[in-house]
């Protein structure tokens, strides 16, 4: 396995944008793109992340089910947002940000 170092940018959201309806809609996400988002197993997961991933926040930051130490990547999945938290090692490795 091996990470894409590419260059590649995500944009950071407004957290009003991570709200309830958005969270309910990202429940099943790593279902809907028929992967495991997990450590051990992102580098597989990568370009998948990537194509569908519109922008991100700081996980302590949503007016719902905020998380520190995480963060919130909202996804367009057939034309619906949705959005999940990835723990920091994860987001980092899929997104080349620190």
């Given at each position: 396995?091996?990470?894409?170092?590419?260059?590649?940018?995500?944009?950071?959201?407004?957290?009003?944008?991570?709200?309830?309806?958005?969270?309910?809609?990202?429940?099943?996400?790593?279902?809907?793109?028929?992967?495991?988002?997990?450590?051990?197993?992102?580098?597989?997961?990568?370009?998948i992340l990537r194509k569908y991933a519109v922008g991100y926040i700081q996980g302590d930051r949503p007016i719902c089910r905020p998380k520190a130490d995480?963060?919130?990547?909202?996804?367009?999945?057939?034309?619906?947002?949705?959005?999940?938290?990835?723990?920091?090692?994860?987001?980092?490795?899929?997104?080349?940000?620190?």
């Amino acid at each position: 396995m091996c990470y894409n170092k590419g260059m590649y940018t995500i944009p950071l959201l407004s957290a009003d944008e991570f709200d309830w309806l958005t969270w309910l809609n990202g429940t099943d996400i790593h279902i809907k793109l028929g992967i495991n988002i997990r450590e051990e197993s992102i580098a597989d997961c990568t370009e998948i992340l990537r194509k569908y991933a519109v922008g991100y926040i700081q996980g302590d930051r949503p007016i719902c089910r905020p998380k520190a130490d995480e963060i919130a990547v909202m996804f367009l999945i057939d034309d619906v947002f949705g959005w999940t938290h990835l723990r920091k090692i994860e987001f980092e490795r899929v997104f080349n940000v620190k």
